[in-house]
């Protein structure tokens, strides 16, 4: 759709509702906001202007603005993102909602934590663990991510598992929509059945439907006890195949981690460290949690009868420190690597998963791929990152790439999978999606959108197009 350009006028107006300091037009300051973590240039847009909100009513404010005058707003938290889902590919204004970094509250008696989109995943679970809490929501960035941007994009990550996704953590939202309305949607309760479940629409939207201004979510009481065991695999099958297994034996682990061997080498490179059994092994590993110390030992004679029984070489106790921070070093590791890359997030059911796992490398041997692989093993969702083949230009890489992309993802709708577990749409997926997604269900996500953000304010071009 045209929009109007930011005119001095507007520029103005912006500056009345955030403030002089909090509205950036100067391209180089900008350019941070031009781009999320894809490091790819082709995949970069400098916004007109960068506008800092510190309260719903300022953002509110934008949104009015952007009706008024039609020009596109995007929402950022921390530019963590894999999908371009912040950059803004129409110009106009990027609203960051860094400066909101507040931890309202933090309530032990209900268990339930109150913030401000800006407030790092990091520093909620480091100050609720201080009160003997959990938040149970651990994107691989929490050290970096933002809660506001956890929930735009449902963030995944380890502990999925047993405790679900981000939109299982959150009971109400307060969202500024399209249209420039403050509004709270959900709220602190176990239940309810009364009327659509808004909230949960706005999770996962990308911002496309809604800007979140604040969060109440759910905390549980810190688990006692917590082991990590570390099972080393002869081959990437036998890995996988193990989780089904675990599953049917009536154990519900915290996470499960899959890491094939040339990512543990590339991550030793990173880390310049050498990894426990790293000369051939694939990696899976697996946390769980227990009501005590005699419950633990059972649950670890027991996964390890399961892996053994599956073709493990070993199981060990893991040392934890030193297992998460390389598991968790893996998008930093390939980028260490190559700024160009292509980062799958395919999920399948968790019983096709060794199926795909197959199909990838054969895929990737067929279209001389350099593959980086990380897998949350028990959920089915699985991290392939495509490096760039030095031997090829970018074109024809692209090429091998799409030639990839075609055959990847008519196997993972055939066994019932989608083409993102965690990451999201954004721009990057776009045409992805609009080809592989069922057309009767796209129209129905096309008519959510046009009746809450009729101009098109709100994040246009992520998802899919409108008309």
């Not at 400066?99 to 268990?111: G, V």
């Not at 609720?128 to 449902?154: M, Q």
């Not at 069922?438 to 959108?449: H, T």
Request: with cysteine; proline share 5%; charged share 20%.
């Amino acid at each position: 759709m045209p929009y109007s350009p930011l005119t001095p006028d507007i520029l103005a107006q912006l500056v009345r509702i955030a403030g002089p300091k909090n509205v950036l037009t100067d391209p180089e300051r900008m350019e941070p906001y031009s781009h999320d973590e894809v490091t790819d240039p082709a995949y970069h847009h400098l916004p007109e202007a960068v506008v800092f909100v510190e309260t719903a009513d300022q953002a509110a404010a934008v949104i009015g603005l952007a009706n008024e005058y039609h020009f596109p707003v995007v929402p950022r938290g921390a530019g963590t993102g894999l999908a371009c889902g912040a950059v803004p590919i129409y110009g106009g204004v990027v609203l960051s909602l860094e400066k909101m970094n507040r931890i309202l509250e933090i309530n032990e008696a209900a268990l339930y934590a109150v913030v401000e989109p800006g407030v790092r995943t990091a520093d909620l679970q480091k100050e609720v663990e201080a009160k003997g809490l959990f938040y149970a929501g651990d994107p691989c960035s929490g050290d970096s991510c933002f809660i506001g941007g956890n929930i735009a994009t449902n963030a995944g990550g380890n502990r999925a598992v047993k405790y679900g996704t981000t939109r299982n953590q959150v009971y109400a939202v307060e969202v500024v929509n399209p249209t420039g309305k403050i509004v709270r949607l959900g709220a602190r309760l176990q239940k309810q059945s009364t009327g659509y479940c808004l909230d949960q629409l706005i999770i996962g939207s990308e911002g496309t439907l809604g800007i979140i201004t604040q969060a109440t979510l759910k905390l549980l009481p810190k688990p006692q006890h917590k082991l990590d065991l570390l099972a080393i695999f002869p081959s990437t099958e036998q890995a996988i195949g193990v989780v089904t297994q675990i599953i049917k034996a009536g154990i519900t682990p915290t996470c499960v981690e899959f890491m094939d061997n040339i990512t543990i080498k590339s991550v030793e490179k990173y880390l310049h460290e050498t990894l426990q059994d790293s000369d051939s092994g694939n990696y899976l590993i697996v946390e769980v949690e227990g009501t005590s110390e005699d419950d633990m030992d059972d649950k670890a004679v027991l996964l390890d009868e399961i892996c053994t029984a599956n073709g493990a070489s070993s199981v060990l106790v893991a040392d934890s420190a030193r297992i998460w921070q390389a598991r968790k070093a893996f998008a930093e590791a390939v980028r260490a690597e190559s700024l160009i890359v292509c980062k799958e997030d395919v999920v399948v059911p968790v019983d096709q998963e060794p199926q795909l796992i197959d199909a990838i490398l054969a895929l990737a041997k067929k279209y001389n791929l350099i593959t980086r692989i990380a897998s949350h093993a028990g959920d089915g969702n699985i991290h392939l990152n495509i490096l760039k083949n030095p031997d090829l230009t970018y074109e024809a890489w692209q090429e091998h790439v799409d030639a990839n992309q075609q055959e990847l993802y008519t196997l993972i709708y055939k066994l019932g999978g989608r083409l993102s577990g965690e990451h999201g749409i954004g721009s990057k997926r776009k045409v992805l999606m609009e080809e592989f997604t069922n057309p009767d269900e796209l129209e129905m996500m096309r008519a959510v959108k046009k009746a809450l953000d009729p101009n098109n304010i709100l994040n246009p071009g992520k998802i899919f197009d409108v008309e």
